[in-house]
């Protein structure tokens, strides 16, 4: 038998809130009495076995410095150094709960990969973490659905709304590079200035006065959803809730400053979880995660998903429902779906023996 392993950090603009996620599953589990690994995955792409509950503080300058760097390959999976003149170990891993916010741990890159190693990793499976986060095709497939969303075109492509716009990276979370420009001239310079948006843009329409809500998922064993929360943007300032707000602030974003449960009408809560059930029904999404909402003139729109949310959304649930509970049933979701998505080779070898000689093929192309 092998044990937890709770996955975090990576090459992402969102590394350290990763960090500060993982260190919080570690501890919700620990408290509850189970034994896990924490794994993590630096910015240049190695992977170091931490000390049990390690401080934020230790990542300040990378690895903490009584870590263990692992070797990892596809066949042999996460091995431990060798000891003088012995052969090296391997870390026997059941499953991983993956903390990654952003970048590859987010996009299902690294999903990918856990397939490949044999280890079982929530957030995914890959295909269905890429469309969570890809902005673009996620609001389509609602669009498509007639799931209420807001607007949403890229840049270059015909904008059918006014201005202001809200530009955001496709690929991107939270609320790193989003900006809120008057004109489309402006959003063009934005563009070509920004890091965080060379993968791609998007446009949406800037409604002032729009109110930000939240609401977390957790779909094992049967779709539960959290309170619904409203986040406080500190006194005096106006548009999107950045990602200072979020998460620069004194403790964090656990310690935010929000409503929850929102003070809103019973018939927004409702109409939050209607459209909750019916996101992850389209879509296919499963797991522990969150969706962002915006009340706009009194309608409820569907703002973006969080596949692997920050601090897994494990505040906005109320407090009879047990944090431990939350990530293990995400952990043994994905334990029971592992290997689904991967068929069977397809009449392995007709192909092959059909095809002849290879010279036969270069002659049907030109050269």
């Known amino acids: 038998m092998g044990q937890l392993a709770i996955v975090f950090g990576g090459p992402s603009p969102e590394h350290d809130i990763s960090i500060l996620t993982g260190l919080l599953s570690e501890r919700v589990l620990r408290e509850a ?7 993590y995955w630096t910015r240049t792409g190695e992977w170091v076995l931490c000390p049990a509950s390690s401080e ?14 692992l070797d990892v390959s596809l066949g042999a999976g996460f091995q431990l150094p060798k000891k003088g003149l012995g052969s090296a170990k391997p870390l026997l891993l059941d499953a991983a709960l993956n903390c990654c916010h952003g970048g590859a741990g987010e996009n299902g890159g690294i999903n990918s990969v856990f397939d490949q190693l044999g280890i079982p990793l929530t957030g995914g499976p890959g ?18 659905q007639g799931i209420p969303t ?3 075109v890229a840049l270059g492509a015909d904008v059918h709304f006014d201005g202001p ?3 955001k990276p496709r690929f991107g979370g939270s609320s ?21 948006l060379r993968q791609g843009v998007v ?6 006065g729009a109110i930000d809500l939240n609401m977390a998922y957790s779909t094992y064993p049967s779709l539960r959803t959290s309170l619904l929360e409203k986040p406080l943007a500190p006194e005096k300032e106006e548009g999107i809730y950045s990602y200072g707000q979020k998460y620069l602030q004194t403790d964090g974003l656990v310690a935010a400053p929000r409503e929850l449960p929102a003070k809103v009408p019973d018939a927004v809560t409702k109409e939050a979880e209607r459209l909750t059930a019916a996101v992850l029904d389209v879509t296919g999404l499963k797991g522990l995660g969150r969706l962002d909402f915006l009340l706009v003139d009194d309608v409820l729109h569907v703002n973006e998903i969080n596949t692997i949310p920050g601090s897994m959304g494990l505040y906005l649930w109320p407090s009879e429902v047990p944090a431990a509970e ?16 991967t068929p069977a080779p397809f009449e392995p070898g007709a192909a092959l023996r059909a095809a002849g000689g290879m010279a036969g093929k270069l002659g049907q192309i030109g050269r």
């Open 33 to 39: 009495g189970h034994d896990v690994a924490p794994l």
């Open 56 to 69: 934020a503080k230790d990542f300040l300058e990378g690895a903490p410095k009584a870590g263990t760097r």
């Open 127 to 144: 295909p269905l973490a890429a469309l969570g986060m890809d902005k673009l095709a996620f609001g389509a497939v609602l669009a498509q």
């Open 150 to 152: 807001l607007p949403r």
């Open 165 to 167: 716009y809200i530009v």
């Open 176 to 196: 790193i590079g989003i900006e809120v420009v008057e004109d489309l001239e402006t959003a063009r310079a934005l563009a070509k200035s920004s890091v965080h």
């Open 203 to 208: 446009l949406e329409p800037f409604s002032k």
């Open 326 to 341: 939350l990530l293990l049933g995400a952990v043994e979701e994905a334990k029971r779906s592992f290997g689904q998505a």
